[in-house]
């Protein structure tokens, strides 16, 4: 029952993304059908830089609803189930998820929280705990198939499983709900473990997509300023001074 360790891969996203949001976005404002511009787009007849500058133009002015075009999938492990309900909350997605009931979680690995781990009798406790839920699942799923459960002991069994509990995800994202998911979790007040995961995935869409993802992340970055109130900013950035409009 190890700790383990967060892992971020790119599986795929949507070919020729550039050209794609470039033809949708050109959609918007020309007259013509973009269906006739597609060939000379793939073959080049419109350099790269020129698409790129028009996309990054019209993104500038606010207009991000072609972007929705494209999507990116991750493969994700070394995560906790803590961090998977939050993932989910992000509704715009499509999640495959590792089944606790159809896979053993016998002598499962674990995510340890850094703050736990660096303090000794914190992290003696926890390991203990995850030590213990792992004897109690052995236990219980001994005891169901004794009585006939067979497979199925799994999925009661795993009511003991804590929230440290590592798993492994399939998440897929547009481009739009991206942009919005890098701006919570990016964020200082992000948990520190999907924080790390919002960050390994922005690196790969950047590197991947730099037109849309150059100047993604938390909020505060893009604008200048926190949006958050000061009794929540982490004080990276100034707060936005706003004097409440009452009426005199």
Sequence with gaps: MPATKLAVTLLAHTPDA??????????????????????????????????????ARILASGHESPIEHVSFT???????RALSHQLVRHRLASYSQQS????????FDYVLPPQIAAVPEARERFEAAMAAAGEAYADLQAILQAHGRGAKANEDSRFVLPNACETKVVATMNCRSLLHFFELRCCMRAQWEIRAMAGRMLALCREALPVVFATAGARCERLGYCPEDVRFSCGRYPVRDVKPNIPV
């Excluded at 991750?74 to 906790?80: E, K, L, N, T």
């Design 18 to 55: 550039l050209s794609l949001i470039y033809a949708a976005f050109r959609q918007c404002y020309h007259d013509g059908y973009v269906a006739d511009m597609w060939p000379r787009l793939l073959a080049g007849e419109i350099a790269q830089e020129k698409q790129a500058d028009f996309v």
């Design 74 to 80: 991750f493969a994700i492990a070394g995560v906790s």
């Design 100 to 107: 606790q009931r159809y896979v053993d979680a016998a002598g």
